[in-house]
């Protein structure tokens, strides 16, 4: 963004060795009504400035003979996140316009051509200006004007077409973007591809028909637009999967989706028939389906897509027929997108655009959260911290907001008394959202105050009564308090809605498990991923020894053990694993080599594992100073004794040592996603992260053998006396 540029009072700093053309822009610059205009005859000054000043702008000649220049100035720019305002415009030669493709790569806002006078001066920056402010004060369009216009005047046609298509990818469904494409394509001869093009921007949107008639008049007079066919994905979308029961809206939305030039679509009539599809077809690109739809209801269909399915593509539905109780759910569920029926052809292709661009690029609010959340639930923390730098920083966003999505990037670090604490401020701050609860009840679950997070629950649960999931956990706390007759009823609700629910039997598995039944083995046999069991069970028994209830923790162990049926000798020696390691939190040594001894001796994953901790144990046991082992916080982990587990140390069993290793890495990676989340994202800064040259001309190059380092300064006062 270039919104420095509205404030004319914001710095501003000419760079030109000449004194008196100094001087000619300084006056034009102050004609403008800029009132900050300093000029420098050096870039290396110009940085000075930079390094004790906030800087708006900054314009300057290539200096391609000074000890810093013009391509330094803009590498450190570019890669400073202090800097991150600063726009800068360039004063070239003719024969330097072979330059402006690296410049413009590295972040240039615009060039103008030497020599100048007053007058043609004075009309360049009236004309950057205006069209500046008209585009809002965005710095990407602005500056790819300037570089479309350098490259069209070059007769660099190649390169035009690299410029617009790299565009076109960071703008999705941009159907201006997608017509620029056409000028550069009909240069190269490719008239096949440029009039399929503009048949394609016709068909989906008709409010381009008149410069689309002034295309083929200017450009293509000999071409008859009715033999054309269109056929460019203009949302790079691979398959697109529909759920609707009218043949009449399935057509619809097939040609919308096929006017875009999108690869596949499926179309299903009916939730079951489409279920087993995304089952076995994981890798779509959006989802569209009906609230209403045969054999399966909207909401259990969107639940078994996610869980079951695998689904991570944006869902949008398409309806007229959500009450207050399914917005709720839907909201819960990071639905991308609500068209309410019936919906112009226009609207849907705009919606449609619209969600695959918040997709690739989140902008707003609920598309930031979406996306936030989708993070975390993958684990991918350092994406996940780079949205939340940027939702932090939006100034329309609320306190209560931001502290609910802090609260669940705590939680997800393993930091539950500070999560609880962000929470309970978003709760005093928004009031009782669906999210702050749900929130609240898995915190409350992992300090082990079960009585709470029952309470978080179900108040969640009257917000969105088809969550299946969270139903589920009601029941399991149910019964941890002995509320067998209320979990048999919550678990019947689960049940009546889903008969079939996978996770229904997994919640069965796991009351058995704790309640000691009997039947927890034969259950655990029936389970399709008995992994989910075992590694909630591993989880619980952590949390319960982060809480200094080690007894407790090191009984689920062996109460999830007793439950694991005797062909998956895989987990039964995974959970040993995790048992030995309890022991020797627990400073029980001689239970802990007793199971690991047995371990070392049978093929697992955790062979090798299980063989270096008691090589460990017994080495320390020779010199006579035992391993000290501590419980460390850490996010709810994976069942796999070969990464990071639930207490912040590693399995390999290497102690307070490995786990203070794990979270100094872990530390260092969270410094390092605010540092990237700090930089401009692509398109922030002009046409930087964007645009890429084929080719550099040497003399760039070597301008940049030697880069800046910027090191901010505090401005020394002159009224201080030493």
Not at 181 to 198: C, F, R, V
Request: aromatic content about 6%; overall charge neutral.
């Amino acid at each position: 963004m270039g919104i420095n540029f509205r404030d004319q009072k914001k710095k501003v700093v000419a760079v030109e060795s000449n004194g008196a053309t100094r001087t000619l822009i300084t006056e034009l610059l102050r004609d403008k009504g800029f009132t900050d205009v300093q000029a420098v005859p050096s870039i290396k000054e110009a940085v000075a400035v930079l390094e004790n000043e906030a800087v708006a702008w900054v314009l300057s000649s290539i200096h391609a003979d000074q000890e810093v220049n013009l391509f330094q100035l803009l590498h450190m720019i570019s890669r400073t996140p202090a800097l991150e305002s600063v726009r800068v415009s360039a004063f070239i030669e003719e024969g330097e316009k072979v330059l402006l493709p690296a410049a413009f790569e590295l972040g240039l806002l615009s060039y103008h051509l030497k020599p100048f006078t007053k007058d043609k001066l004075k009309s360049e920056f009236d004309n950057l200006m205006g069209d500046f402010e008209a585009l809002q004060w965005k710095s990407l369009p602005l500056s790819a004007s300037y570089l479309r216009r350098a490259l069209s005047e070059a007769g660099n046609y190649a390169e035009l077409l690299n410029f617009e298509k790299q565009l076109m990818q960071s703008q999705p469904g941009n159907l201006q973007q997608l017509l620029n494409l056409t000028l550069p394509l009909i240069k190269l001869n490719k008239i096949e591809d440029a009039t399929s093009i503009l048949i394609q921007v016709q068909k989906l949107d008709p409010s381009f028909d008149k410069q689309i008639k002034q295309i083929f008049t200017t450009h293509l007079p000999n071409v008859n637009p009715s033999t054309a066919s269109s056929s460019i994905n203009i949302l790079n979308l691979k398959s697109a999967v529909i759920v609707e029961s009218d043949s009449a809206i399935q057509k619809d939305l097939s040609s919308a989706l096929h006017e875009m030039g999108v690869e596949r679509i499926e179309v299903f009539s009916d939730g079951r028939s489409a279920l087993e599809y995304l089952k076995a077809n994981a890798d779509n690109d959006l989802i569209i389906q009906e609230w209403k739809i045969p054999q399966i209801t909207g909401p259990l269909f969107l639940q078994k897509a996610k869980d079951e399915g695998g689904q991570s593509a944006p869902f949008i539905l398409y309806t007229s027929l959500i009450d207050q109780n399914d917005a709720q759910f839907v909201k819960e569920m990071g639905v991308a997108c609500v068209m309410t029926k019936p919906t112009s052809r226009t609207e849907i292709i705009k919606n449609i655009i619209w969600t695959v661009q918040q997709e690739r690029s989140p902008t707003d609010k609920k598309a930031l959260e979406r996306k936030f959340r989708q993070f975390l639930e993958e684990r991918n923390l350092e994406e996940a911290q780079g949205l939340l730098q940027r939702y932090l920083a939006s100034p329309g966003i609320s306190v209560g907001a931001k502290l609910l999505l802090e609260a669940e990037m705590s939680y997800y670090q393993g930091d539950f008394e500070r999560a609880r604490e962000q929470a309970f401020g978003s709760l005093k701050n928004s009031g009782d959202s669906i999210f702050v609860l749900n929130l609240l009840g898995k915190i409350m679950m992992q300090l082990r105050d079960i009585v709470t997070a029952l309470r978080c629950f179900e108040k969640a649960q009257e917000l969105a009564p088809q969550n299946l999931t969270r139903l589920c956990q009601i029941a399991e706390i149910q019964s941890d308090l002995g509320q067998n007759e209320k979990s048999e009823s919550s678990l019947a609700m689960v049940s009546e809605l889903d008969p079939d629910s996978e996770k229904l039997k997994e919640t069965r598995a796991k009351i058995a498990i704790n309640s000691g039944d009997g039947s927890a083995k034969s259950i655990m046999g029936q389970l399709k991923d008995a992994e989910n069991v075992v590694s909630y069970m591993n989880n619980l028994a952590v949390a319960m020894a982060r809480c200094g209830k080690v007894e407790d923790g090191i009984n689920q162990y062996k109460k999830t053990m007793l439950s694991i049926p005797d062909e998956r000798r895989d987990l039964i020696c995974t959970v040993q694993f995790n048992l030995s390691l309890a022991y020797l939190r627990n400073n029980d040594f001689n239970s802990a080599k007793e199971l690991l001894a047995q371990l070392a001796t049978v093929e697992s994953k955790v062979q090798s594992k299980a063989a270096g901790i008691l090589k460990k144990i017994k080495y320390s046991d020779a010199k006579g100073t035992p391993l000290q082992f501590k419980m460390q916080t850490g996010s709810p982990a994976p069942l796999d004794p070969t990464v990071p587990q639930a207490d912040g140390s590693t399995s390999d069993g290497s102690g307070s040592s490995s786990g203070e290793a794990v979270e100094r890495e872990a530390k260092f990676s969270r410094n390092q996603a605010v540092a990237n989340a700090m930089l401009s994202r692509p398109g922030e800064r002009c046409c930087f992260m964007i645009y890429h040259c084929i080719e550099h001309m040497p003399q760039s190059t070597k301008m940049l053998e030697h880069t800046l380092r910027f090191s901010k300064r505090t401005a020394i006062r002159k009224d201080e006396t030493p």
